[in-house]
């Protein structure tokens, strides 16, 4: 808002163009189209004076078939509740979201996948779309019917409505088993007991998710107990030194391989800051992974940090996850 002409330029100076009144009240505005995959900082200048500034981040992708609502295929059921009783992280709060296929037969077993960050991920008008995306690939049996466990990181009990989850960096990036237990021996008896479902117990069809902290979460979940999650599904994954993940590669080499399939995805804009740089992370996992044998893919992109990369692959991911269980 300015009666003066402004323009918004790059961090280096460069013009990227000349802003556009709106009427006499001074809103001014720039469209202008930019290539995918585009970041800058830009400023707004009048009178060669800065104004404001932030920055611009591109990133685009178009959805398929099996990340959209179809037509006849029945909708699973998702249920939340909140935790509050956690001994393994005292004093946190946290909401769970389960979603239950329509194929579900009260009785029966059915197989397991475990989201970190979860809520956000099933939201069927979000990015990720996880549960209308089981609901395709359950339909057409390109994946077994499989309850979905979406568990929010732990806030804080003091912590105010709106906040980051205090807790998450501490559950997320530690290594050793805590967070593994936490679901094992808290959230999968609460869920099964609040709503009637059983799990199969055999590890194989069982799957764990995330991304960024939540992504190297998954990773240690699996790699603590290849008894109880056999699958690892993690995008642009925190495998760098925050609480130690970056050791991850080095271990992969000296320890037995056990008995997990791995599924990565990382993109050439991922993060690179002073904890590390999460695109060369992400390739040494993928060597190490390679060198010892592991049953893994990984899929490189352009994606930044985040979940947008993830989302349109979903689908694909799932189908390599699950191809031999029904």
């Known amino acids: ?31 202008k189209t930019l290539p995918n995959f585009s970041e800058f900082q830009y400023q707004i200048t009048v009178r060669d004076a800065p104004r404001v500034g932030g920055m611009v981040h591109v990133e ?23 935790w509050e009783q956690s001994q393994i992280f005292p004093g946190t709060t946290r909401e769970v979201t389960v979603y239950i296929p329509r194929q579900y037969q009260p009785g029966d077993e059915a197989c397991l996948m475990v989201w970190q960050d979860g809520s956000r991920h099933v939201e069927p008008t979000g990015s990720m779309r996880a549960g209308v995306v089981f609901d395709n690939l ?20 003091s912590q105010k409505q709106g906040e980051k989850a205090a ?20 959230i999968l008896p609460e ?3 609040r709503y009637g479902v059983r799990f199969r117990p055999e590890p ?18 699996a790699w603590e107990r290849p008894d109880k999650f056999h699958k690892v ?3 642009v994954g925190t495998f760098v030194d925050i609480r130690g993940g970056n050791t991850y590669p080095y271990l992969l080499r000296i320890t037995e391989r056990k008995p997990i399939r791995v599924y990565l995805l990382d993109g050439t804009n991922d993060l690179d ?44 991911a799932l189908r390599w996850l699950w191809r031999d269980v029904r």
């Open 204 to 221: 194989e069809a069982r799957a764990i998710a995330g991304g960024s902290s939540g992504g190297i979460c998954a990773f240690t979940a």
């Open 138 to 157: 359950i339909q057409k049996k390109e994946m077994p019917v499989t309850i979905g466990v979406f568990v929010d990181p732990g806030r804080k009990v």
């Open 1 to 31: 808002m300015d009666p003066s002409p402004a323009q918004v330029l790059r961090a280096d100076g460069t013009v990227i163009g000349s802003m556009i009144a709106l009427g006499e009240d001074g809103l001014q505005v720039l469209v």
């Open 167 to 186: 807790n998450r960096s501490f559950e997320y990036d530690s290594l050793g088993d805590a967070y593994a237990r936490f679901l094992i021996e808290e």
């Open 60 to 82: 685009h992708y178009e959805y398929g078939p099996d990340s959209q609502r179809q037509k006849d295929v029945p909708e699973g059921k998702l249920e939340k509740f909140a």
């Open 233 to 235: 599904l993690c995008w």
């Open 191 to 193: 869920v099964q007991k």
């Open 273 to 316: 800051n002073k904890f590390g740089n999460w695109p060369l992370a992400n390739r040494m996992m993928e060597a190490s992974l390679k060198y010892m044998g592991y049953d893994h893919r990984v899929d490189w992109t352009e994606c930044f940090h985040g979940s947008k990369g993830m989302s349109p692959a979903l689908p694909d």
